[in-house]
């Protein structure tokens, strides 16, 4: 329907509680990108808070695919979210709610962020966030608060801390490169979201022969790092120039990171279930 004849109840759980989760898959010339990764971490964030999954993952993509054609999405995301339902606000809530589903879709090219040929300036900030950030939440109150800080301050995302511990970004996966070449990246815990788009680039590094360690790393390791960079289906792959003020490496986008990056255009390319 059109977004001004978009409604959705008061007493919706997603908007009363942040009692949902969300999804977001890139599309990049009319392909949608990792999508059937997106569908599964989608199912299994509604698992973990107690929401039936509304549709099968095939239902899901025919949904998708049908926001793609009838809006002409060649480039872009495809925003989905699931709240537990409507219940008048209380904080327990009956055991039949039906699932609230919203989907839009975004217009942007994502594959050509000028910060891939830049390098992007970011800053750390405390990381404020609740215990089980592998949850795609829809709650994200700290994560706009650092996003806005780090606006202020000129620069493109934030990675936050806990301790001297860099856990991501407000929006995405952090990664340093080791002066000898390692791909440093923390493992998967409670403590970081699983991202599909490093699940895919920790494959591309792999299969390129290049070293991966997943484990946790600090500001100081990251401000003596040869390369830095993140990634999210929203911005693909960014390379970190500067962190707090400190420039990495050479202070331009590394080897490493371009690599990996052509690697992934190359194959997102290559796909042939193409919609639009």
Same mark, same amino acid.
């Not at 594959?111 to 970011?122: E, H, S, Y």
């Not at 750390?124 to 800080?149: E, F, G, H, N």
């Given at each position: 329907m059109p977004l001004a004849d978009a409604t959705i109840p008061v007493m919706d759980r997603g908007f009363l509680f942040g009692d949902g989760v969300y999804e977001v898959t890139a599309v990049i010339e009319g392909r949608l990108v990792d999508d059937a990764a997106h569908l599964a971490r989608l199912d299994r964030s509604l698992r973990e808070i107690g929401i039936s999954n509304p549709f099968p993952a095939d239902d899901w993509r025919r949904i998708e695919e049908g926001i793609v054609r009838r809006n002409a999405l060649r480039n872009g995301l495809i925003y989905i979210q699931v709240s537990r339902g409507v219940a008048e606000r209380a904080f327990k809530y009956p055991d039949d709610l039906q699932p609230t589903v @919203?989907?839009?879709?975004?217009?942007?090219? @994502?594959?050509?962020?000028?910060?891939?040929?830049?390098?992007?300036?970011?800053?750390?900030?405390?990381?404020?966030?609740?215990?089980?950030?592998?949850?795609?939440?829809?709650?994200?109150?700290?994560? @706009?608060?650092?996003?806005?800080?780090?606006?202020?301050?000129?620069?493109?995302?934030?990675?936050?801390?806990?301790?001297?511990?860099?856990?991501?970004?407000?929006?995405?996966?952090?990664?340093? @490169?080791?002066?000898?070449?390692?791909?440093?990246?923390?493992?998967?815990?409670?403590?970081?979201l699983p991202g599909i788009t490093r699940r895919t680039i920790l494959r591309i590094a792999g299969e390129r022969g290049l070293r991966i360690v997943e484990r946790p790393f600090t500001r100081d390791e990251a401000l003596t790092a040869a390369e830095a960079f993140y990634t999210s289906a929203s911005t693909i792959a960014i390379p970190v120039v500067d962190i707090d003020g400190h420039a990495i490496g050479p202070g331009r986008p590394g080897p490493v990171f371009t690599q990996l990056y052509t690697a992934y255009m190359d194959a997102v390319m290559a796909l042939t279930d193409v919609v639009i």
């Open positions: @919203v989907m839009f879709p975004q217009f942007s090219p @994502v594959q050509d962020n000028p910060l891939t040929r830049t390098g992007a300036r970011i800053m750390t900030l405390p990381d404020l966030r609740w215990a089980r950030c592998d949850i795609k939440s829809t709650s994200l109150l700290a994560q @706009v608060l650092a996003k806005r800080a780090a606006a202020e301050a000129g620069m493109a995302e934030a990675w936050m801390t806990r301790g001297d511990t860099i856990t991501e970004g407000a929006s995405s996966t952090a990664y340093i @490169v080791t002066q000898d070449g390692a791909i440093i990246t923390r493992s998967l815990s409670h403590e970081i």
